[in-house]
């Protein structure tokens, strides 16, 4: 088992990673926990047993399901069985569901303890890690959400053995977006230690700026506008497909800003492909749209800020003039 520190003071935490993990729950719970409420899929072939008294609560799939009536339901769930602040939600799955389960946990009487066992490659090496939790708004994604570190965090690499390809290639636009923010080359490591790999950057970024003043922005490298064509596919494109599109279009705008030469940009398209994800924005998809996703995101305070390589590695950039934009858009346009 690897096991990476997430360091935040009183709050820093243990990523435990390797085949199996989800086995070490009982040592990872909170001190005194009495009863877990396991939060999880129907779709996920993987139990828990967190040794002490535990309650399955079961949501839906689906980005539709990550809303705020689904966090009620499970509020109300845990209430009606009478969860306390002594307790403990063990979130059992994707990103979908660590985000709404950790989000359920940060609400439910002010805050209850989470513990996170990502059964996804994106959830593993992302989602699961740094405490942001959230769901969606019709008007867009992760709108409404909340900082909740997790108690601790089990990437169980034996549970990607379950998961449909399709959902494993997703999590493959977030390993290649490491690369770039100083990950080894991953292409030649045994899984464990891929995702061991991504799990210490994205520790050492979240411990040095846990809530986004900054350095932290970076972890969104190729998700600007990666979520804004994510939204405008309707979810057709997944979300590391999305940002695998994202990191060609960064590439490309800051290569039109002079901040990094053709060859690394020719470095991005080839990690793109080494991963074998999608690099241009599919045809059908409205670039109108795009732009209006692109403004509602939540890192537009004052104009939109991107996250672009450059001279001293990725960088939030702010100040971009909107007509370079659109023309990268076109140019990663299929
Ligand atoms: N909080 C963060 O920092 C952060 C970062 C990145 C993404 N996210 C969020 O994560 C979500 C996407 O997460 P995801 O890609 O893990 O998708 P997901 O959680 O929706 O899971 C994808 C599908 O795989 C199934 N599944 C999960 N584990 C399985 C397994 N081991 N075997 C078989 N099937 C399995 C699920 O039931 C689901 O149908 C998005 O909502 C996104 O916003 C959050």
């Not at 690897?2 to 086995?23: K, M, T």
């Not at 045809?283 to 996703?293: A, H, S």
Request: hydrophobic fraction near 45%.
């Amino acid at each position: 088992m690897i096991r990476v520190p997430v360091l935040l003071g009183d709050r820093s935490y243990d990523v435990l990673v390797g085949h199996g993990a989800r086995h070490r729950l009982l040592e990872v719970l909170p001190d005194g926990a009495q009863r877990a409420a396991i939060v999880t899929q129907a779709s996920i072939p993987w139990s828990v047993d967190a040794g002490i008294e535990q309650k399955v609560f079961t949501i839906g799939d689906g980005e539709d399901t990550k809303d705020l009536g689904t966090v009620e339901d499970l509020c109300r769930d845990f209430a009606r069985w009478g969860l306390t602040r002594g307790d403990v939600v063990v979130a059992v799955g994707g990103g979908l569901v660590t985000d709404l389960a950790g989000f359920a946990a940060a609400m439910y009487h002010r805050g209850v303890p989470v513990v996170h066992v990502s059964t996804t490659l994106l959830g593993q090496v992302d989602a699961a890690i740094g405490g942001k939790t959230g769901v969606n708004l019709p008007e867009g994604k992760n709108l409404v959400g909340a900082y909740w570190q997790p108690h601790a965090v089990l990437c169980d690499t034996e549970t990607l053995e379950t998961l449909p390809p399709r959902e494993y290639r997703n999590g493959l636009g977030e390993l290649a977006k490491y690369r770039f923010l100083g990950a080894p080359d991953l292409l030649d490591l045994a899984l464990d230690e891929r995702v061991a790999a991504c799990v210490r950057v994205k520790a050492d970024v979240v411990a040095s700026d846990e809530r986004e003043g900054g350095r932290r922005m970076i972890l969104n490298y190729g998700h600007t506008l990666g979520h804004a064509v994510e939204a405008a596919s309707r979810f057709e494109l997944r979300h590391g497909e999305a940002v695998a599109i994202g990191l060609v279009f960064a590439a490309e705008l800051a290569w039109r800003l002079g901040r990094i030469d053709r060859a690394r940009v020719d470095d991005h398209r080839a990690t793109v492909a080494a991963y074998d994800l999608p690099m241009h924005i599919p045809p059908g998809i409205d670039l109108d749209e795009v732009r209006t996703f692109i403004g509602r995101d939540k890192k537009a305070v004052h104009g939109i800020t991107w996250v672009l390589d450059g001279p001293s590695g990725v960088e939030p950039v702010r100040g971009v003039d909107p007509a370079l934009v659109d023309e990268c858009m076109e140019a990663v346009r299929a």
